[in-house]
């Protein structure tokens, strides 16, 4: 980890360093995400669990997957399952996972990659390891994260963006301390490939030991930083975080991070997962697969599932075992 880096980051274009008068955001919450298992069974942490939903919005769930090695045999993926009413963006550090739907949409994604899947109105979809992950076992870590649509999307024709980890937008902290990978809306100036239906920003920072990076945030999102690996400090007051912990932010125009001088030769350098949105501000009535306003929208859409009105399953093989 990570999988997308550059031999010489001075190179890159850099993150302009905020104006004095900027206002480091402060923190306001850091909770540790517990461990889980989902799907056929792959081990998760719950990086959202304890959370305020006021807090994520327009976020509403994620997900990291692994850090595991996985021996012969033992990858798993997910049963083919529904979805309405939001977005899954599954970004993929390391290992494969293909992914299918019964719109017909499918590929793989690896190291580095995303897959944005608008499920709007709604679709059954499956994410499984390729055959010859299976076979050989090795090393995956990834996130799901969920995203919100409002109202007026909630409905959209489902999409996907498979967005190929070569073109995210890299971007330099002014000193070269810290790698930015710009994956969706932008950062100072610079946008990543990710199309969004609401303003938002998601970035993967790498930050090397005892560096410290102030990135501009706009003030009309929230911020959250997530902890890949490593261990580091967050905010004016250098809140102490850690692997597998999340950080609600406050009101500011920056967001704040250092890594640690010491860091474990497992997790050389402090990554983290930064994401930001405008609000929505819509209620939100989310049960299982389905993210909805109401719960007679929720009723509706398992009505909707069980009658095959969000698809049937393709009768073709496995996708683990389809070249896509």
């Not at 109105?121 to 090795?138: A, Q, Y």
């Not at 409905?155 to 996907?160: T, V």
């Not at 003030?219 to 400090?233: E, I």
């Amino acid at each position: 980890m990570p999988a997308v880096t550059v031999d010489d980051i001075l190179t890159l274009p850099r993150v302009t360093e905020p104006h004095v008068g900027a206002v480091t955001r402060p923190v306001r919450s850091v909770t540790t995400a517990p461990s889980g298992l989902e799907g056929e069974g792959f081990p998760v942490r719950r990086a959202f669990a304890g959370v305020d939903l006021a807090a994520l919005d327009p976020f509403i769930h994620m997900d990291q997957m692994g850090e595991v090695e996985y021996a012969p045999g033992e990858p798993k993926g997910t049963a083919w399952h529904p979805h309405r009413g939001f977005e899954t963006v599954t970004y993929i550090i390391d290992g494969t996972f293909v992914h299918r739907d019964s719109h017909g949409g499918g590929g793989t994604i690896t190291n580095g990659d995303t897959q944005w899947m608008t499920a709007g109105s709604g679709l059954l979809h499956i994410e499984v390891p390729p055959e010859e992950l299976v076979v050989s076992g090795g090393l995956f870590h990834g996130l799901q994260l969920w995203v919100n649509l409002p109202r007026a999307q909630k409905m959209s024709p489902p999409r996907y963006q498979d967005i190929r980890g070569g073109d995210v937008a890299l971007l330099s902290s002014p000193d070269g301390g810290a790698l930015v990978r710009v994956i969706a809306g932008e950062l100072d100036g610079h946008p990543g490939p990710g199309i969004t239906h609401t303003p938002i920003t998601v970035l993967h920072a790498t930050v090397a030991p005892g560096a410290r990076v102030r990135l501009p945030w706009n003030t009309d999102y929230n911020a959250l930083v997530y902890v890949l690996n490593g261990r580091g400090s967050v905010g004016a007051d250098r809140r102490p975080i850690r692997m597998g912990q999340l950080a609600v932010l406050g009101a500011g125009d920056v967001i704040e991070v250092g890594a640690d001088e010491s860091q474990e030769s497992r997790s050389p350098s402090l990554d983290l997962y930064v994401l930001g949105g405008r609000p929505i501000r819509e209620p939100v009535a989310a049960y299982g697969p389905f993210v909805m306003n109401t719960r007679a929208e929720l009723v509706q859409a398992f009505e909707d599932f069980q009658a095959g009105r969000l698809g049937t399953i393709p009768s073709e093989p496995h996708p683990g075992h389809d070249v896509l």
